[in-house]
């Protein structure tokens, strides 16, 4: 048997804050060999990326790390300084991080990004740089690459952003490969492209950890899974076993909760709810290139329409043009059966992808969700104000003492709540979801979708729900729409479009689903 890649023997991890300690991560251990992945599930704030970090000295100032043994390919990764620790990064492992878009320079182009980091770790001559470049984003799956080499990251859909990161980290042909939510980003088909991917890096010998709260995921290319929560392993061993045996009570709740394709949807009674908003015939260019061709679709009080497709299939342009954070280059928008509101803010609100690009840095949660509640009930005597926060910061399943946290020092699945939190406060009539629930584990996933859900009842807002993830748009949507290249493809009731499709690319999505999302 080879020798491991990586070694690691009770990590510990804590953050000093305020002249005390808060323990991450307690008693982690595991070994990945050339050729292996090794997964890390578990829910958000587990200590599943801040595990992964200690291997590449990308935690912050203020963690104290210690360990029996930390050691890459045989060297002590305890107490290298930071010139040592750039000689790692690229080289010794890479590293696929799960904020694509803060992760990439928004002034640079996509080939910048890719050129820098072929010249940091040396792996083409500078003459070769382009076609390095280029060979690498074809090995991301990444669409028309010679087209997006030019791009910036926010002409580009999140599925792609993510291909693009995907593309950097594997510049320097690491042995160990870090990869952070890989695949929260993408629809099933091009995820099983990325998954390909990772099986052929697999078999070429390089030693693969990956970090995902997505078991169908977990279920195709772990050999090996570590289950954490609270920062600690609570079960551990050979894939098969252990999400196909779970021997832990909270392993089994974590696969009980994944919204299954082949369960239940809702009733198909969505037309016989009042339309409150008409996207007629709209078609949106960006620079020549056309993002939208006549797509027409409507949303219903109390209703969700999920929406559907590859990414740059024009989902999230679509999203933002019924917001009315983008304008069609052709079509309209009808809103006229909205309810008057002081502010279009209060009436259409968004849930962006990558929840910390839409927060300010300054501010702290309370003070993000403060904010929307400011628009919706004007100012408030503090206590009650600090009241209301707390009550939605325990509503999307938050500790209200976040409150007095920075976004950036939350997981990532946390983010996603409190920009889940800051949308619904202002109890809007719409509400555009741009993949709500990408970012959080499946047990989270489930409270979310039933927060969502319960809301709709309770106050009659329509949901235009984006996701790529086939078994959660069957759990919320009582229609859905298909696009495909910009156009729209199939549209109808779910239970019809899901389980009846007519469409071959329909089809095809669902053919994609991952074999443990299907399981009954």
């Keep these: 048997m080879n020798a491991p890649l990586v070694h690691v023997r009770n990590l510990r991890v804590s953050f000093e804050a305020h002249g005390q300690l808060r323990r991450a991560v307690s008693g982690v251990s595991f070994d990945v060999r050339p050729g292996e992945c090794v997964a890390l599930v578990g829910e958000s704030g587990s200590g599943k990326s801040v595990s992964a970090r200690c291997l590449i000295g990308l935690n912050s100032p203020n963690a104290r790390i210690e360990a029996d043994a930390l050691e890459l390919d045989g060297q002590n990764l305890l107490g290298l300084g930071e010139r040592a620790w750039r000689g790692i990064r690229g080289q010794g492992v890479g590293y696929i991080l799960q904020d694509a878009l803060v992760s990439l320079d928004p002034l640079r182009t996509i080939g910048q990004e890719l050129e820098e980091a072929i010249r940091a770790t040396g792996s083409a001559p500078r003459g070769a740089l382009r076609a390095r470049g280029l060979e690498l984003l074809a090995q991301a799956q990444m669409p028309e690459p010679a087209t997006r080499y030019g791009e910036y990251p926010a002409q580009l859909s999140g599925g792609l952003r993510q291909r693009a990161l995907i593309a950097t980290a594997i510049a320097g042909r690491p042995p160990v490969l870090i990869a952070d939510e890989p695949t929260t980003a993408l629809d099933v088909s091009v995820q099983q492209e990325i998954l390909a991917l990772f099986a052929e890096l697999k ?98 009080r109390g209703r969700t329409l999920g929406l559907v497709g590859e990414s740059g299939s024009g989902k999230t342009t679509l999203a933002r043009i019924v917001a009315g954070l983008e304008t069609a280059s052709e079509g309209r928008i ?187």
């Design 203 to 300: 078999r070429q010998g390089i030693a693969l950890i990956l970090i995902s709260h997505d078991l169908g995921v977990v279920s195709r290319l772990a050999d090996r899974v570590l289950v954490l929560r609270q920062g600690q392993v609570v079960e551990s061993g050979d894939m098969a076993r252990v999400l196909h045996h779970p021997t832990h009570e909270y392993t089994r709740s974590l696969i009980d909760a994944i919204p299954h394709f082949d369960g239940p949807g809702l009733a198909a009674d969505a037309g016989s709810a009042p339309v409150i908003l008409h996207a007629d015939d709209i078609s949106k260019r960006f620079a020549g290139r056309e993002a939208l061709r006549g797509v027409s679709i409507e949303l219903r």
């Design 334 to 520: 009808r809103t006229e059966a909205l309810a008057p509101a002081p502010s279009r803010a209060r009436t259409i609100q968004f849930v962006h992808q990558d929840p910390l690009s839409a927060f300010d840095p300054r501010y702290t949660v309370g003070r993000v969700i403060g904010e929307a509640l400011w628009l919706r009930f004007g100012r408030e005597p503090a206590a009650r104000h600090e009241e209301r926060i707390a009550v939605w910061l325990g509503k999307v399943g938050l500790d209200p003492a976040l409150a007095a946290r920075r976004p950036l020092t939350l997981s990532g699945g946390q983010r996603q709540r409190v920009a889940i939190a800051r949308a619904l406060a202002v109890e809007p009539q719409v509400v555009v979801l741009d993949e709500p629930v990408s970012a959080l584990d499946v047990s989270v996933q489930k409270q979310i979708l039933a927060l969502i859900a319960a809301l709709q009842r309770e106050t009659g807002v329509a949901c235009l729900f984006i996701s790529h993830d086939l078994g959660v748009i069957r759990q919320v949507s009582h229609q859905v729409a298909v696009l495909r290249h910009g156009e729209l493809r199939e549209y109808g009731d779910a239970a019809e479009v899901l389980g009846r499709p007519r469409d071959p690319y329909t089809r095809q999505l669902i053919a994609a689903v991952p074999a443990l999302a299907r399981a009954a």
